[in-house]
């Protein structure tokens, strides 16, 4: 039954490349005009986070909303369990430098997507996943316990929802219609509200993802 059921995944997924299919698709060259007027239209040059956060933004508000509810799930789910124990650090000189040392990277492309995705590949749930991965691997270098006393100090879980409160409350000014300065296309002041959108996207994932490791870390990790 196994076998089945992925021969049948694997069939669903190539069917658009199938002969029959395929033909049907519109060729590259075709979509270049719709790319110039989805550009135009959103006034940023990344298409997808105009697409995102300007064509379907109604959507996109939904989108928000569910991972917040995955993350507030998550605390609910595990608010009955028995914590493990006390958060055991890496031990492995090497395996923790390279931790941290991904850590940095992980922060600095996370900072890059979420200020500078309207402009080039990236945006804001994409620097979400950088920071969520950057706190991962923060956890994993020997930062645990700091990490679990930041979370509590800065109330992060207050904090992801005032994000994801602002979060709604500007996008519900962009579909009222109220316009911001577009700024020169191609520059980072560009885009109207989607770049602010766009941060706090990624803070919203970001703090999410933070919350949610720390739970999983602290009732099903490294007793």
């Not at 928000?64 to 009955?80: I, P």
């Not at 191609?186 to 739970?215: C, D, F, H, R, Y």
């Amino acid at each position: 039954m196994r076998a089945l059921v992925l021969v049948a995944a694997a069939l669903l997924c190539l069917a658009p490349l199938l002969p029959p299919l395929a033909g049907a698709l519109p060729a590259a060259s075709d979509n270049a005009a719709l790319v110039s007027q989805l550009a135009a239209e959103a006034g940023v040059p990344n298409t997808v986070s105009g697409v995102i956060l300007h064509v379907r933004l109604f959507d996109t508000i939904g989108e928000v909303v569910v991972f917040t509810l995955a993350s507030l799930g998550v605390g609910w789910m595990l608010r009955g369990e028995r914590v493990q124990g006390p958060i055991r650090d890496l031990d492995d000189p090497v395996a923790i430098e390279l931790c941290r040392l991904g850590a940095t990277l992980a922060t600095l492309v996370a900072v890059e997507l979420a200020l500078r995705g309207h402009m080039s590949p990236g945006g804001g749930f994409a620097a979400g996943v950088a920071g969520g991965t950057a706190l991962g691997l923060g956890l994993l270098s020997g930062r645990g316990r700091q990490s679990e006393a930041l979370h509590h100090r800065w109330r992060v879980p207050l904090l992801e929802k005032t994000a994801v409160l602002a979060f709604i409350a500007i996008a519900l000014l962009s579909l009222l219609g109220l316009p911001l300065p577009e700024g020169t296309f191609g520059t980072t002041g560009s885009g109207g509200w989607i770049p602010p959108l766009n941060v706090l996207m990624a803070l919203k994932v970001t703090l999410g993802s933070w919350s949610m490791l720390q739970l999983f870390v602290r009732y099903r990790g490294w007793p």
